[in-house]
């Protein structure tokens, strides 16, 4: 139980301008912009080192008080929101770029690491590297990243999601023990998780309920050149696989993403196949286009879709990492509100997310962004319904949280998986899941987390 | 409706057939030309219809001004076909249509009409627009574009109402009665697409380059020659109104720019490939762009100037890679009065 001896003692271990418990403060983390209901923590902590992570933890564990890591507080779902109270322990401070590997490409970064911070380090310091992005602020941590499988702008073309390319981690369990993964665990580069048995999966999409991230081994990739963008359009919802497919074959396409929204209105109706693309050279990138336009001559021809011009002043938007695009529509609707299920599914599935998508808004009476973005050459994609809301509307805010169970639902149907889901999408796969697995993941974290003090709430398996 | 004045019966009897003949993009000899254009007289399916990039020049060859460009408009609309993917047409229409959000407000002489593009009101500026009142926007658009996507209807459903919105909200209550077009595409409207369909223009329009020409003269002393050479990138939309392509020399001649001969300009010029871009012939686009640059690179200009922001758009990277510094003819005019 939280009491006020435990945060005198995290006070001794935190300097105590970076503890607190002041409602104002409370009051902060207690919510993220999404639809899911607030709860307080007893307080916010912002350790600077692995060795206060652990103290916090010994501490936490013996007094049986949840621990909710939290990066960024971006996730929209609520993954980071303290549902049982406790202790936010706030990963900010710990922001240091330990180490860039020109020639193994990679980076070791602090648990608390920003996207922004990290792009802009190698942007000044090694220009011809980068590493992925997502496409939220950029004060979204990498650790936050990948601890629920995000994805981003190398997604498509460097092999999966963003935990995919993790290539070590270093994790303070719930009792304090720190545990290294990966080949750093041997020796000291952090160059892959192979060849030792993989641990590092213990950590990754599990919300933060099995342990504390704080070190990252990212790999990083060729930044080339140049960066052009070439977008497809169609009405027909069901060309959309076969486009895309198509495009990724031709293994020239940096990334790849889909976009279908009712606004603005001259869009509307309309699916743009967004696809950027990078080279080292002019010869290179008329080349690239060449070949990706090439595989879709016989469809353009008919002109029932094309290649739609992007006059500069839209290009320089496409071509902007992160996003902006999705940030902008998250307030669409006035009020800051903004969430949205993200399932991974098929590519073949894609039309029928954006049917079920377009049905499950218009029966809410709200309004939507469908999109997509493909993972790893075309073995899957993230399909998100994005639903912005007013938040000072407390009926559409209702609205918009029967809209995403139903999406959550229909993602399952389709065969997808809900993204960070939130408590009840979660709950929904799990309902879903093979009992094995399930049973599984239960010991695997009585085993982690004894306690039970990690994120608890999530993937709560009873 | 508003029906295109056009003679069928002066292309039937034409033995020159100087629209297709003349055509940089459609390759016939005269006997085909003749077939496949007598075929598009009587209504029936010709080549000439998909093979056409909608440059416009036609409109300039034709001895008879007998609107051989608008013609082939309207059998492509009629015909159904579709110079460029029906998605990126449809959304255009949707783009570019009025929002119905015009108010009346008060106007000055010079009245420049910026077209659609009020990015493009940064050139208003300075000695030659002292005073100057711009107006823009979807409501006063002249959407002139459709000719590209083989829709006279969109222009003629929308025109009219164009013209009024001009003179009801800006041009009646000033008591004005000249619009200066800042883009070709406007004054080719209202001379030759508007005469050629029957439709009203109450106001006198006056072409940039007029205005620029006169303008200068009354800083005459003011201008600093700016001695050097500049190669000029004639727009589709200057097809339309060929009587004012005379003020490009006319004005470089008064800002003491040279203007290297090119093989591509006067009636000769060619496409700067954006059109043919969107109607999803690339390499065409590309081989035009290259010409374009390769061109005013041969001609030894170190600026090229623009008077189409489309055409400024397509072809500005690839003039800059090419070492030449891409301008719009108002700012090139500023520019010699070190503005
Ligand atoms: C406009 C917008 C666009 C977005 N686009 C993308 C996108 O393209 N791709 C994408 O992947 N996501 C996207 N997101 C979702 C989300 O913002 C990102 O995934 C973000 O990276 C999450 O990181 P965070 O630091 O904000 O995590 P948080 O929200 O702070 O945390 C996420 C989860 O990770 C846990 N966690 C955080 N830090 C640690 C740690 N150090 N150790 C253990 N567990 C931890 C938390 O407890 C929580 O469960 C977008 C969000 C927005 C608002
Ligand atoms: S349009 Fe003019 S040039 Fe062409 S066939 Fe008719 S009259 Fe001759
Ligand atoms: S508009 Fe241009 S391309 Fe079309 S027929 Fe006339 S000259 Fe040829």
New binding site residues.
Partial sequence: MFTNETLSRIREIVSSEYVTNEPEDLYIYSR??GVQDPHMPDCVVMPSSTEEVQEILRLASREQIPV?????????SG??VPLKGGIV?D?KR?NRILEINEKSHYAVVE??T??GMLDAYLKKNFPHLKHS?????P???????I???????LSQSQGG??SEMVTGLE?VLSNGDVVKLGSCSTVPYWFSRAPLPDLVGL?LG?????????KVGIKLYPRPKLHDVLVYMTEDIDLAPEVLTRVINTETAEDINYALSPKPDYLNGFQMMVINITANSEDEMALKKKIIRDVLKDLYETKESGFMPVPPNMKTGFLEA??KA??K??DVRRGGG?E?V?AIMPIERIPDACRAGMEITARHGITYSLGA?IIGKGHCA?F?FAYPFNRVDADEVEKVKMALEDTNEASLRLGGIP??AEVQGQQLILKQMDPGTYSLMKRIREVLDPAGIM?PG?WEVS | MYELVFDPELCLRCTSVDCIMRCQYISMDLDEAKREHDALVRGEKSSILSQCVTCYACEEYCPYRNHPFYHIVEQQEKLGVHPIPIPIEKSQVVMMGPRGKIQPKEVRRPVIDMCFFSIMKGGIRGKLFEGATTIEGSDIFCNLMFLHFARNSTIKERLPRMIENIMTNYLTPSGIRELICYHDECYGTYTSWAPAFGIEVPFTPVHLFDYLYHALLEVKTDIKPLNVKVAYQRPCSNRLCPETDHFVDDIFELIGAQRPRRTYEYSNALCCGGVPEAAQRFELSEELQRKNVEDMKASGAQFSVFNCPFCFWTLAGPVAKAGMIPVMMSDLCLMALGQ
């Fill in positions: 993220d912009q909710v890591p939290m990066g960024g507080g971006l996730v929209l993954l980071s322990l990963m710990m648990g608390g920003s996207q992005l997502p496409d939220a602020p004060a979204a941590t990498i650790a936050g990243n601890a629920i499988h995000g994805s981003g702008h999601f963003h994790v950590f599990w919300n933060g309920t099995t342990g504390v991230i704080t992160p996003q999705l940030s529509f998250a903004f949205y993200g973005r993230m998100f993204w960070k994120n999530n």
